[in-house]
């Protein structure tokens, strides 16, 4: 694998890539072959697209460096979209119309469809976030509402009672809500208990660690900085490596819903 060099712009070493792209299947992105996008609405940020329904995703997923000054002041989302953010590092400042709130490195906020969400970099440094949006699925009875916390107020669980892999729910189990976004945690050595595989896809964003990886019963390595994409009914599992620091990722799954046919 090559990395970039500041001085020249040229990786050092061969082109290569770990990435792997099996549309409306599965995906893993490295962070270092990310492009920029301009997007409507940014403003001095480094905005990639990453989940999309290019890939064969129902949702978009974004990684973005808001640089100083760096906002959307046009809002995010729209008509019948669900929003959430998640602040990987940094300060961010949310606004939903109605009242601000800032959030720093742990933080989220989940507004309900057709609510705007407004961005703005809360410090001179950067800020980078993980940013989400959906169409909302209505169920009649029921509805969301805004949601604004931080996983590092939360008391995390042991994800199906194994004490080395933890698990944070951002959203509560309320059938207002059609998906919920968690933080999953691998002590090095921990993995999921077996390969799962299931009807709710995921986009989820590398924080921190290293570890293997089985989508489709392939196993490949995955570190800090990559995207994975699983569609419905992928194979998956993960088992982390490395001594320091945990395999962590935040990612999205779509729930509370019955198969529309």
């Known amino acids: ?24 299947n599965y995906a893993l992105i490295p962070h270092d072959g990310l492009v ?31 640089h100083k000054d760096g906002k959307n002041q046009r809002g995010f989302g729209g008509e019948g979209i669900e929003t959430i953010v998640y602040v ?26 057709s609510t705007l ?38 008391e995390p669980i042991e994800y199906e009672g194994m004490k080395d892999v933890l698990l944070w729910d951002f959203l509560p189990k309320d059938l207002g809500f059609d998906m919920n976004f968690h933080i999953l945690s691998f002590e090095p050595g921990a993995s999921h208990g077996y390969i799962e595989t299931h009807y709710q896809e995921h986009g989820a964003y ?13 196993w490949m ?7 994975i994409f699983m569609s419905s009914y992928v194979q998956q599992a993960a088992y982390a490596v490395g001594r320091d620091e945990p395999l962590m990722y935040v990612y999205s799954k779509d729930c509370n819903r019955d198969p529309e046919i």
């Open 88 to 113: 990987i590092d940094g300060v961010l400042k949310v606004n939903d119309g109605k009242e601000t709130h800032e959030l720093t490195k742990g933080g989220y906020a989940y507004l309900p469809a």
């Open 36 to 66: 920029n996008n301009v997007i409507p609405g940014f403003e001095n940020c480094d905005c990639s697209i990453l989940g999309s329904k290019q890939l064969g995703a129902n949702f978009v997923d974004y990684i973005i460096t808001m």
């Open 117 to 154: 969400m407004y961005l703005e970099n809360g410090q001179d440094a950067d800020t980078e976030i993980f940013l989400y949006k959906k169409r909302y699925q209505p169920l009649e009875g029921y509805e969301a509402h805004k949601v604004v916390g931080n996983v590092n107020d939360m």
């Open 1 to 24: 694998m090559g990395y970039k060099n500041n001085q020249t712009g040229y990786l050092d070493g061969l082109l290569s890539s770990r990435a792997v792209i099996k549309k409306n």
């Open 206 to 218: 590398l924080l921190s660690g290293q570890g293997m990886y089985n989508l489709d019963n392939e």
């Open 221 to 227: 390595p995955v570190e800090k900085g990559d995207y």
